[in-house]
């Protein structure tokens, strides 16, 4: 037997003991009404949290910009901004995304303090999806004010 089947069989016992320990939580599944699975609450760290994951591949589309950057450099300048700030390991898969989508591209470039270093511009393919979305992101940010304004008051 491989060590993958061996965890199988452990994983799998073990859910057959907590199910014989804790029935209820196996017989109804109790979900707030109206909510859809996947989307309860308190499944998201915060809301801040799917936040961020909307907006980052347009800041970082943003910063490149301005000028090439190393992810490095990327991930310093996203954590000048707290509601923004991410790890190296968000970053590097989403700039592979970026890439194989055609809107960034990458040159190696000589450090002077270390190994060559990866270095991600924007293409024109980039800017024109950072147009389109400054174009929505204003008329999204003032419906969603719109709603927060009328929030707490009750028709009547």
């Known amino acids: 037997m491989s060590l993958r089947t061996d965890r199988r069989q452990i994983r799998s016992r073990a859910a057959r003991q907590i199910r014989a320990f804790f029935p209820a939580l196996y017989r109804q599944q109790v979900r707030p009404p109206g909510t859809l699975r996947g989307m309860e609450p308190g499944d998201a760290k915060s809301p801040?949290?799917?936040l961020r994951r909307g907006v980052i591949e347009f800041c970082?589309?943003?910063?490149?910009?301005?000028?090439?950057?190393?992810?490095?450099?990327?991930?310093?300048?996203?954590?000048?901004?707290?509601?923004?700030?991410?790890?190296?390991?968000?970053?590097?898969?989403?700039?592979?995304?970026?890439?194989?989508?055609?809107?960034?591209?990458?040159?190696?470039?000589?450090?002077?303090?270390?190994?060559?270093?990866?270095?991600?511009?924007?293409?024109?393919?980039?800017?024109?999806?950072?147009?389109?979305?400054r174009s929505e992101w204003t008329s999204f940010v003032d419906g969603v004010n719109q709603f927060l304004r009328i929030g707490g008051r009750r028709a009547g």
Request: charged share 25%.
């Open 48 to 50: 801040l949290t799917q």
């Open 60 to 133: 970082v589309l943003a910063l490149l910009e301005q000028e090439p950057m190393y992810a490095v450099d990327l991930v310093r300048r996203l954590a000048e901004v707290d509601a923004i700030a991410t790890t190296e390991g968000t970053i590097y898969p989403l700039l592979s995304r970026l890439r194989r989508d055609g809107s960034v591209t990458t040159e190696w470039q000589e450090s002077t303090s270390g190994p060559p270093r990866r270095y991600y511009s924007i293409t024109p393919g980039g800017t024109r999806a950072m147009r389109e979305f």
